[in-house]
C-alpha cells in the first residue's frame, strides 16, 4: 500500500501562484502514474495534471500552460504541482493520486489540499 502526503495548500490572490507538493511512501516503487485531481463544491473531481514513470505528463484543458507538474530532482517519490495564473475557477480540494503497476493493488489517495482563489 502506499501512503500519499499533500502540503501547500493556501489562499492566493487571482493571477498569483502557488506549488502543491505530494510526497508517497511506503511501496512507492508501486507507482505507475501519480495525478493530482480538484473537486470543487457541487463538483465531480477531475483530473488536472498526470506524470507517469517515464515523465511524461497529462494537463486537463482548463489547466494547460498555466498549472506544471514534475517530479523532485532530489526524491523520486515527490511531485509538485506548480500552479500559475491562478484563477477563481481553479479553487478547490486538490488531492494526489498515485496508480499502481499492479491490476490487484488499490490506488492510493491523499487527504486533500484546500486551494482558495480570491482578492
Known amino acids: 500500500q502506499v501512503q500519499l502526503v499533500e502540503s501547500g495548500g493556501g489562499l492566493v490572490q487571482p493571477g498569483g501562484s502557488l506549488t502543491l507538493s505530494c510526497t508517497a511512501s511506503?511501496?512507492?516503487?508501486?507507482?505507475?502514474?501519480m495525478a493530482w485531481y480538484r473537486e470543487a463544491p457541487g463538483k465531480g473531481r477531475e483530473l488536472v495534471a498526470s506524470?507517469?514513470?517515464?515523465?511524461?505528463?497529462?494537463y486537463a484543458d482548463s489547466v494547460n500552460g498555466r498549472f506544471a507538474i514534475s517530479r523532485d530532482n532530489n526524491a523520486a517519490n515527490t511531485v509538485h504541482l506548480q500552479m500559475n495564473n491562478l484563477k477563481p475557477e481553479d479553487g478547490a480540494t486538490y488531492y494526489c493520486?498515485?496508480?499502481?503497476?499492479?491490476?490487484?493493488?488499490?490506488?492510493?489517495w491523499g487527504q486533500g489540499a484546500q486551494v482558495t482563489v480570491s482578492s
Open positions: 493520486h498515485a496508480e499502481s503497476l499492479w491490476p490487484d493493488e488499490p490506488d492510493s
Open positions: 511506503g511501496n512507492f516503487f508501486h507507482i505507475n502514474v
Open positions: 506524470i507517469n514513470r517515464a515523465d511524461i505528463t497529462n
